[in-house]
């Protein structure tokens, strides 16, 4: 479904991505793990448009999407719950809804409205807190809120960068059913996260990124089974 | 006790149109994250291209309107383009101290062609003054207040019940998340500042028939009384500096009615700096 070859992404003199390759197949949760810095989130940027490959190509659904606007990104289909969420602070949480079907909202009102009442069903807080401003809310409600704005853009594939941040584990392991039951609706998930151990337990493939290059990639057995990663990523000693 | 109501009708009068300049100063700053501060001056090329208008076809207001808010929008692009568009990747000083330069380029360029010469303004006379009980409506502060109302309502309608209202104020609450929900981000900024622009040449036409007359002071007037506007109400909430305007106004009128005019504007100072030192609202981030 999405695929990204030898793509070259850089600030400035600084090289965050140095020729990244990776598949995300349809229909499965493909995670990236790696340290801090690693160019996880330059990545997932690059990929939604806001930041220019300087070189390489990533094709969605067959076709070309480097260099394409970040608009033109999420009217295709691709949608990204950011770091640290950034819901809309000071709008509410129904506005937040709004404003995360932005491209759709002027050709598709019946529809928006609709897709509003099946976020309400799916997540009944947020109905709770419908008139509250997202910035009131705890932070797994606006985990939750983040997920709900990218998911009323009716997005294919859904990319999520550290879902798992600064949430207690409780919570933790709800959003991570969330994610899972999403991907058993059909959606494709590339997911970034810190927690291997979590992030391997729903991915059907995985990717280890380093310094801006892919290290290993596999199927979670296969990323377990390798010592040094499971040392450095796994806290497992021996192998 | 009438003497306090007069002038509070008077303040809350005038304070609408200081609403308006507050809005505009709100909405580029809440979406730029960067100053004007030749909002005022803008409005001032407006005005006299109004003034311009009227002289040469009397009686005709409609064209004395068309003029001030056109020629206010013409400069808006010129500010645009110099301080925010051409300044995007500097800092947000640099606009700033760039739009102190372009404040200054419109003023000499209007000095130099009318000389500092005070400008006449058309106002519909026609219209009647109110009386209600022992309060004198004047006919120039209706109208203010009821066309700065009516433009106000027309505002908020578009910014909190139109899909461009919502990618307004999703920039002003994070650009980075706006942009990856697909909203343009550059076309927004742009726009928001139009939309300012526009409201500012308003504002300028309700103030200029109140006053009749226009000089070249006016465009440091009104960003100052934009910018005070919008600093009482919290810099950036677009309700806030509604009610900034509507408070400037009114501490205005009261203290020009028992201490007279030579206090007017060290009161409303004295309260703005009392404001930014004791709430803790207009020392955090700006919002919409």
Known sequence: ?239 | MVDFLQALVDGVMLGATYSLLGLGFTLIFGVLRRLNLAFGPTILVGIYAGSHVGLAWPGALWAVVAATVVAAILCGIYVERCSFRALARQAPVVSMISTFAVWMQLQELVSLFEASRTMPYPSPAWLPALTVGPILLRSDALLMWSGATAIMLALFVLLYRTRFGTAVRAVADSSEAAALMGVNVSIIGAAAFLLASTVGGLAGVLIAQSQQQVTPYFGLWATVKGLTAMLLGGAGSLPGAVAGGVILGVVETQTLWHFGGQWRDLASFALLFLVIALSPRARSEPTL
């Open chain 1, 1 to 239: 479904m999405l695929e990204v070859r030898d793509v070259v992404t850089s600030y400035g003199m600084i090289q965050a991505l140095r020729g990244v390759s990776l598949t995300a197949r349809e229909g499965e949760v493909t995670c990236i793990l790696g340290p801090n810095g690693a160019g996880k989130t330059t990545l997932l940027y690059t990929i939604a448009g806001i930041l220019r490959p300087r070189s390489g190509s990533i094709s969605f659904q067959g076709r070309e999407l480097a260099g394409t606007s970040a608009p033109d990104v999420v009217g295709r289909g691709i949608s990204l719950v950011p770091e640290n969420r950034l819901v809309f602070p000071h709008m509410t949480v129904r506005e937040n809804l709004f404003a995360g079907a932005y491209v759709r909202l002027g050709r598709d009102r019946a529809g928006v409205e609709a897709d509003l009442d099946a976020m309400f069903a799916r997540f009944p807080i947020l109905k709770q807190r419908a008139g509250q401003a997202a910035g009131t809310l705890s932070g797994g409600e606006q985990q939750m809120l983040a997920v709900a704005r990218a998911l009323m853009a009716r997005p294919r594939l859904l990319m999520m960068d550290e879902p798992s941040l600064g949430l207690a584990p409780l919570v933790v392991e709800q959003i991570f059913q969330i994610v899972q039951g999403l991907n058993r609706e059909g959606i494709t998930v590339l997911l970034v996260e810190q927690n291997a151990r979590l992030a391997l337990s729903i991915a059907h493939h995985a990717y280890l990124l380093e310094q801006g290059r892919i290290a290993f990639h596999g199927t979670p057995s296969e990323v377990s089974a390798n010592e040094g990663i499971s040392r450095a990523y796994l806290g497992i000693k021996g192998g």
